[in-house]
T-cell receptor, first 110, second 112 residues
Framework: EDQVTQSPEALRLQEGESSSLNCSYT??????LFWYRQDPGKGPEFLFTLYSAGEEKEKERLKATLTKKESFLHITAPKPEDSATYLCAVRPDNTDKLIFGTGTRLQVFP | DAGVIQSPRHEVTEMGQEVTLRCKPISGHDYLFWYRQTMMRGLELLIY????????DSGMPEDRFSAKMPNASFSTLKIQPSEPRDSAVYFC??????????FGPGTRLTVL
């Protein structure tokens, strides 16, 4: 069964304290792994798509990496405005739907 | 582009009433997805359409739920009759050629 597991469930960081969020997946063929950011009361906002092991993408303080079993979202020197829930999703072969993890709730304190 | 538009943003209704949620996808997108999000179950796919045709409705919880897409610019998700356990945030998302999905702001449904 296709499955996505994110860890930790919640993460509290001091401003400037770098860390990583994990997304482990089991899927019958991967057509893409997606990272989203969700702020309270809003819809998920697209961040990155990764397609193959070894691929990396960056945006400001965020960098996403992908292996054959998991993806990491690295946050370098986070700021309070990075506080949000980060969602990971996979798109299996032979389907156009995404399977989402339950997310990591990140809080960054000044 | 205005992005994905959903209405209403908030809906409060009583058990047994019919509820209709509406979605306008991004112009030019050929896929439309309906999701439900709760604290307990996270983000769950209910149904998705490609070129206005339902492709996978395996996530629709039961016969009380139905979805339509009469044209490329409009879709509805209907719950009849509604129950308290249907309370959740419902999201619509659209994409072009099955790539990254863009989500609307959601409809927060409360069934009393």
């Amino acid at each position: 069964e296709d499955q996505v597991t994110q860890s930790p469930e919640a993460l509290r960081l001091q401003e400037g304290e770098s860390s990583s969020l994990n997304c482990s997946y089991t899927v019958s063929g991967l057509r893409g792994l997606f990272w989203y950011r969700q702020d309270p009361g809003k819809g998920p906002e697209f961040l990155f798509t990764l397609y193959s092991a070894g691929e990396e993408k960056e945006k400001e303080r965020l960098k996403a990496t992908l292996t054959k079993k998991e993806s990491f979202l690295h946050i370098t020197a986070p700021k309070p405005e990075d506080s949000a829930t980060y969602l990971c999703a996979v798109r299996p072969d032979n389907t156009d739907k995404l399977i989402f993890g339950t997310g990591t709730r990140l809080q960054v304190f000044p | 582009d205005a992005g994905v538009i959903q209405s209403p943003r908030h809906e409060v209704t009583e058990m047994g009433q019919e509820v209709t949620l509406r979605c306008k996808p991004i112009s030019g997108h050929d896929y439309l997805f309906w999701y439900r999000q709760t604290m307990m179950r996270g983000l769950e796919l209910l149904i998705y359409f490609n070129n206005n045709v339902p492709i996978d409705d395996s996530g629709m919880p039961e016969d009380r739920f139905s979805a339509k897409m009469p044209n490329a610019s409009f879709s509805t998700l209907k719950i009849q009759p509604s129950e308290p356990r249907d309370s959740a945030v419902y999201f619509c998302a659209s994409t072009e050629r099955g790539n990254e999905q863009f989500f609307g702001p959601g409809t927060r449904l409360t069934v009393l």
